[in-house]
């Protein structure tokens, strides 16, 4: 007796009769184990595909059982990726930033003009109004750090103020 195998999966009638062979108790397969919702037919056609690619690695007595495992695999493959969706449709996705390209480059231009503003405050304005308005310092705390009085922390602010109010369009401070 010869031990090579006269047939084997790459041949194009082997496959066509392995596929007719097991092609329905597959399919059967997979719908009573996993319903109809992931497509078993789909996942059947997968592992048959496989199954030809992988046609020189795979003996004709080992092809239903790599059919079935392959195609339980693509299905459980399926699952996951389904639960994946599913999270991810359940987010909450307000938090993603829908701003245009435009409004982007005007802001970092207003910032980058804001930086260039602040750089013509003298330091002791630029301090007291960072303190204020960036840290949410209050005048008298201001006072008490820079070791100077509550009116003249005002002042300082005040001035400031009205440097960047001049130097920015539409700047405002709540």
Same mark, same amino acid.
């Given at each position: 007796?010869?031990?090579?195998?006269?047939?084997?999966? !790459?041949?194009?009638?082997? =496959?066509? @009769?392995?596929?007719? %062979? @097991?092609?329905?108790?597959?399919?059967?397969?997979?719908?009573?184990?996993?319903? +109809?919702?992931? +497509?078993? *037919?789909?996942?059947?056609?997968?592992? =048959?595909?496989? $199954?030809?690619?992988? !046609?020189?690695?795979? %003996?004709?007595?080992?092809?239903?059982? =790599?059919?079935?495992?392959?195609?339980?695999?693509?299905?459980?493959?399926?699952?996951?990726?389904?639960?994946?969706?599913?999270?991810y449709q359940q987010e909450d996705h307000r938090q993603h930033n829908y701003e245009t390209p435009e409004f982007v480059i005007e802001k970092d231009q207003y910032l980058e003009s804001y930086k260039k503003a602040l750089e013509k405050l003298s330091e002791e304005q630029r301090v007291a109004f960072l303190l204020n308005k960036v840290?949410?310092?209050? @005048? *008298?705390?201001?006072?008490?750090?820079?070791?100077? %009085?509550?009116?003249?922390?005002?002042?300082?602010?005040?001035?400031? =103020?009205?440097? $960047?109010? *001049?130097? $920015?369009?539409?700047? *405002?401070?709540?």
């Open positions: 007796m010869n031990k090579e195998p006269k047939e084997n999966i !790459c041949q194009e009638m082997v =496959f066509q @009769h392995i596929y007719n %062979t @097991h092609v329905k108790d597959l399919n059967n397969y997979l719908y009573y184990k996993y319903g +109809n919702q992931y +497509n078993p *037919s789909d996942k059947a056609q997968e592992a =048959f595909i496989k $199954l030809w690619n992988n !046609c020189k690695k795979i %003996t004709l007595d080992k092809a239903k059982a =790599f059919l079935f495992k392959v195609a339980n695999n693509l299905m459980l493959n399926e699952i996951k990726h389904q639960k994946v969706v599913l999270k840290e949410e310092k209050k @005048h *008298s705390e201001i006072a008490e750090m820079l070791g100077v %009085t509550k009116k003249v922390v005002e002042y300082r602010i005040y001035s400031a =103020f009205k440097i $960047l109010k *001049s130097e $920015l369009e539409n700047f *405002s401070i709540k």
